[in-house]
């Protein structure tokens, strides 16, 4: 047993500082806790009190306002997760290492862990006990290689981690697409068709980490998306589907933890990605999934070889856990839909729903094969019948008359639908045919005007690949609310606009509107 560390009681203050998802606490220099012989080679403390136990980063401070001697200062994401009042006294030690990090460091020197140790390390990743470094370390060990139990364990443990789903019909249809194609708001007409033929669907999806918006940062301009587990269920027993953020119902928490480390670093490795996404639709319930993965060379996946060994990495852990996992390969070779940002987004599905005559043909069309996919596994839907029924439900009214159902069981949003008020147009510098469109770059620029943060930031997109441009015509408009912004995207777009046209990407012209 190892010895007991001293201890000191101190008063919680909450300090206004959002340290994202990691716990940090503030520590005064004068702190009669804070004694260089104890503190020495320690970088995290624990917090107790009663059964309560918080581990977090240490920061020093020399300004007595900030924290007093006698005070600890918890940061927004500590004083949420300690969840004791201001001007509680607590315990506060240095902390000693999770025990979990032995597996980590075997695992970084080429060891294969087992089931254990890899539910340990998730455990302690849910419960916030990993630093940024230690997380990265697990990651990086785990990229250099990981064996197929591995890969079963990591999912097993995530998907157990937080909230486990369970529904009341034998088959729960769902779909999920890997990302990075801008605009790809598929899922927000999936889901009312699917729905209104009367399968369940409960789609939780993601906010944005790198991209210019998720699925939730797009529903969030329709509907409120912060839904908890009861009120999701009620929801979905009422419309057969839902479209709400995953964090608020805590799937798979520690995918949420890696994944904060994991994309700075740029460590999304095939065995990751499927992890990440297979425990998350493990803890949903479903029991019927569809994998979109688009490929083109500036998607994430750039070929056919690369897409096929990703589809049997999530055919293998689908069968394992016995989930029915359908994988399709789709076009990645340009954007989805003619906006990129939440407001733009929801425009086009709004428009698509609505049968408009203006409406994205591109969206329309891989929506309907896509909901065609989910529901032939309906048993009493004839094989092949899947797209005719799609459509007719989308052609009817009734897709739009189900997802209004389902705007209105989540509740009205809160979010600003109005578009930036500064716009720029980046235009054609000659005359051709757009050959290519660089999806990374655009989704770079749309980030750099804002979105997702401003959701009415973003890109509307008037040229496709194949179209005819001619010398100043628009290719698309840039929408900002402050000029920071609007200029460090004018600029980006000058330099890189993302279009090619007759083979060569030329700095584009651009004009204030």
Known sequence: MSPELP???????????????????????????????????????????????????????????????????????????????????????????PESLEAVRAKIHGRTLSQAEIGAIINDLAHYRYSDMEIAAFLIGSASFITSDELLALTGAMAQAGTQLVWPTPVVVDKHCIGGIPGNRTSMVVVPIVAAHGLPIPKTSSRAITSPAGTADTME?????????????????????????????????ADDVLISVERPLSLDTREQMVASIMSKKIAAGSTHLLIDIPVGPTAKVSSGVEAMRLRKLFEFVGDRFGRSVEVIMTDGSQPIGNGIGPVLEANDVMAVLGN????????????????????????????????????????????????????????????????????FDVKAAHDGIVSAIDCLRLNRLARTAGAPLDKGAGIRLFKKIGDRVEQGEPLYRVYTFDRPEHDLAADAATGESGYVVNGHEAPQGKSAS
Not at 33 to 46: D, N, Y
Not at 232 to 252: E, F, T, Y
């Open 7 to 97: 201890h000191s009681q101190l008063k919680i203050r909450r300090v206004r500082l959002d340290t994202g998802r990691e716990n940090v606490v503030v520590l005064s220099r004068q702190s009669k806790a804070l004694r260089a012989e104890i503190f020495r080679g320690f970088s995290r403390v624990e917090l107790r009190q009663g059964d309560k136990v918080l581990l977090a980063t240490l920061l020093i401070t020399d300004d007595d306002t900030l924290v007093s001697p006698d005070e600890i200062g918890l940061s927004e994401p500590a004083f949420h997760r300690f969840a004791q009042g201001a001007g509680t006294h607590v315990t506060v030690r240095p902390a000693s290492p």
């Open 221 to 253: 301009v329709l509907a409120r998306v912060n839904v908890g587990v009861e009120e999701m269920k009620a929801i979905v027993s009422a419309c057969n589907g839902c479209l709400i953020w995953g964090g608020h119902v805590n799937l798979s928490p």
């Open 356 to 423: 408009d005559k203006d409406a994205p043909r591109d969206l329309r069309e891989k929506s309907l094969r896509l909901a065609a996919h989910l529901l032939e596994y309906d048993p009493k839907l004839r094989g092949g019948a899947g797209y005719a029924r799609a459509r007719e439900l989308l052609d009817s009214g009734a897709a739009l008359k189900q997802m209004q159902k389902i705007i209105d069981a989540q509740g009205p949003s809160t979010c600003s639908n109005e578009l930036g008020p500064l716009s």
